[in-house]
T-cell receptor, first 107, second 114 residues
């Protein structure tokens, strides 16, 4: 079993749609959680940290369920510029990345 | 200030040759990570350093791979006797303390083994 598993995607959605990404992790001792974004042929960059109570930043909402070892990212009112691969990241002593879910937002 | 710097940005090498990839982290960042990303794939964890120590080397794909870090700064990833399956982008990242803080990535070294 992979340490971090994500929806395989790809997700193709129209502008304005709401899209949700899910992620599960296997190490119950994991302490920190993040979502990163990776544009084509670019390096990953932090999108949001995930806090225990869940948190929101504009159109983006993240949730953490430690009991189910589950993390989610919700994007509302999606924009063309949201097209990218979204990476779930789980940290204990090191940082482990999921394989990523590709999102394409179409006009 | 400068971000994470990796060199070379591109490397083409012949099968069987050794290559050395370099990462200069952000100054003051204690933690440093190496990942491999094959075309169209996710990030495969290779190794991380806390200071100059690598607590867990089990992510290195084979004994042809080795890494070191000196002065809590620059790190090198060495691949001996390269094989075609080693072709990938090798990404380095650093973070201030350890895994619970944001990691900043370099732009990667694209390695092609011919």
């Amino acid at each position: 079993r992979k340490e971090v598993e994500q929806d395989p995607g790809p997700f193709n959605v129209p502008e304005g749609a709401t899209v949700a990404f899910n992620c599960t992790y296997s190490n119950s001792a994991s302490q920190s959680f993040f979502w990163y974004r990776q544009d084509c042929r670019k390096e990953p960059k932090l999108l949001m940290s995930v806090y225990s109570s869940g948190n929101e930043d504009g159109r983006f909402t993240v949730q953490l369920n430690r009991a189910s070892q589950y993390i989610s990212l919700l994007i509302r009112d999606s924009k063309l510029s949201d097209s990218a691969t979204y990476l779930c990241v789980v940290a204990y002593n090191d940082m482990r990345f999921g394989a990523g879910t590709r999102l394409t937002v179409k006009p | 200030g400068a971000g994470v710097s990796q060199s070379p940005s591109n490397k083409v090498t012949e099968k069987g040759k050794d290559v050395e990839l370099r990462c200069d982290p952000i100054s003051g960042h204690t933690a440093l990570y190496w990942y491999r990303q094959r075309l169209g794939q996710g990030l495969e964890f290779l190794i991380y350093f806390q200071g100059n120590s690598a607590p867990d080397k089990s992510g290195l794909p084979s004994d042809r791979f080795s890494a070191e870090r000196t002065g809590e700064s620059v790190s090198t990833l060495t691949i001996q006797r390269t094989q075609q399956e080693d072709s990938a982008v090798y990404l380095c990242a650093s973070s201030l303390i350890w895994a619970n803080t944001e990691a900043f990535f370099g732009q990667g070294t694209r390695l092609t083994v011919v």
